[in-house]
């Protein structure tokens, strides 16, 4: 997506860009799963979006609250990135295998993912809402199994970010309700070993703008269980002086840290 300007949400996937639900006559729902599927495009935004955006190697976006898809065995060899002049004022998921991705426990899933390629934000590319970055799932509130990610994450110390969550498997990992009861969000049987790198300079100057970065997540609900990072998580560039990093704690590790220029 270049050179363009978006007043709607923008939902790119390299296989997909959106699974969305379509309802029958009888009120029964239909909606497709993702199998066995294999991107090896590049997905790029250089544009302005005044709203969010959802950009992923498989799918940018997908489920809701009453749409609950599969995402099953697929991979990503395409880099995933917001390049030198994009702008994007609301908040921006990106990821190896889906940028945002919802549904409802028990039925959707994602399992036997992998991410082979960079994840990147670049340039004087500016985000004025909050950044959901990691290798395989910007922004989940469904179960992540069995899954790696081998790409590095990696924001650039030009980029303009005003919140950051990012992670070398998720940026974000929340907690939905559905039907008034609170779903439990796992992460099991999961590997990082891509880099983690942010250099992302704050656009604000609150103490509650946060800049979280984990090897495994930026920012999760959940407890992760058997599941490791492998790779360096390095915080480099400029910052504000009241932004604050926020889980850059290598949990699960094996990793190191290198914080430089701070």
């Known amino acids: ?9 923008i939902y790119c ?8 639900v379509f309802t029958k006559s009888d009120k029964s729902a239909i909606y497709s799963d993702v199998y066995n599927s294999v991107n090896y495009g590049a997905v790029t ?7 969010n955006a959802y950009l992923g190697g498989i799918v940018g976006c997908s489920g809701d609250d009453n749409l609950s898809p599969k995402i099953l065995s697929c991979e990503n060899y395409g880099v995933i990135s917001a390049d030198d002049g994009a702008n994007i004022t609301g908040s921006f998921a990106l990821a190896g295998i889906g940028g945002y991705v919802t549904g409802i426990k028990g039925v959707a899933l994602t399992e036997h993912n992998t991410n082979h390629a960079l994840i990147t934000v670049k340039g004087n590319a500016t985000v004025s809402d909050e950044l959901q970055m990691g290798g395989l799932f910007g922004n989940m509130k469904i179960p992540v199994n069995n899954s790696e990610n081998k790409g590095m994450i990696h924001v650039e110390p030009t980029a303009k970010i005003a919140t ?3 992670g070398g498997l998720l940026g974000v990992g929340l907690l939905r309700t559905y039907d008034k009861v609170k779903q439990t969000f796992t992460i099991l049987n999961c590997v990082n ?9 704050n656009l604000t100057e609150t103490a509650t703008n946060a800049v979280r970065i984990g090897g495994i997540s930026g920012y999760t609900q959940g407890s992760p269980t058997n599941s490791i990072n492998n790779g360096k998580i390095t915080i480099y560039g400029t910052r504000n002086a009241n932004g604050t990093i926020g889980n850059a704690d290598n949990d699960y590790k094996n990793g190191s840290y290198v914080i430089a220029g701070l």
């Open 164 to 166: 950051a969550n990012v």
């Open 193 to 201: 070993n891509g880099e983690v790198k942010f250099g992302g300079s």
């Open 45 to 51: 935004l250089k544009s302005t979006v005044t709203n």
């Open 13 to 20: 996937g390299g296989v997909v860009g959106m699974i969305n």
């Open 1 to 9: 997506i270049i050179n363009n300007t978006a007043s709607t949400t």
